[in-house]
């Protein structure tokens, strides 16, 4: 099993930027391919981006591209969501989870999610 657990959410103005963090703990962390995805009200969850086990491979959904940059640091088993130039529609909770399916954005293929952390940006 893998624990996975968000931060660096929070509220800032359009425009600006945000780091998520997400800590794993448990079974070994550079085994798995991560993702983050995020869900607003009223709406199904949705892929945002996701990193190899080695970090030489990423992935984004087309929102994503451009603004938001994926990477991973094994040796303290923590996965970074860097996001700028961000947007109202941006506001959702993000959670990161882990795959032993290499390559997926299937949410069903997730395995390990985190409890999630608020991002909220106002205009």
């Known amino acids: 099993q893998v624990q996975l657990v968000e931060s660096g959410g929070g509220l800032v103005q359009a425009g600006g930027s945000l780091t998520l963090s997400c800590a794993a703990s448990?079974?070994?962390?550079?085994?798995?391919?991560i993702g983050w995805f995020r869900q607003a009200p009223g709406k199904e969850r949705e892929f945002v981006a996701a990193?190899?086990?080695?970090?030489?491979?990423?992935n984004y959904a087309e929102s994503s591209k451009g603004r938001f940059t994926i990477s991973r640091n094994n040796a303290n088993n923590t996965v970074y969501l860097r996001m700028n130039s961000l947007k109202p529609g941006d506001t959702a909770v993000y959670y990161c989870?882990?795959?032993?399916?290499?390559?997926?954005?299937?949410?069903?293929?997730?395995?390990?999610w985190g409890q999630g952390t608020q991002v909220t940006i106002s205009s």
């Open positions: 989870a882990a795959s032993g399916v290499i390559g997926t954005t299937t949410l069903g293929d997730y395995n390990y």
């Open positions: 448990g079974h070994t962390f550079s085994n798995y391919f």
């Open positions: 990193i190899s086990r080695g970090g030489t491979f990423t």
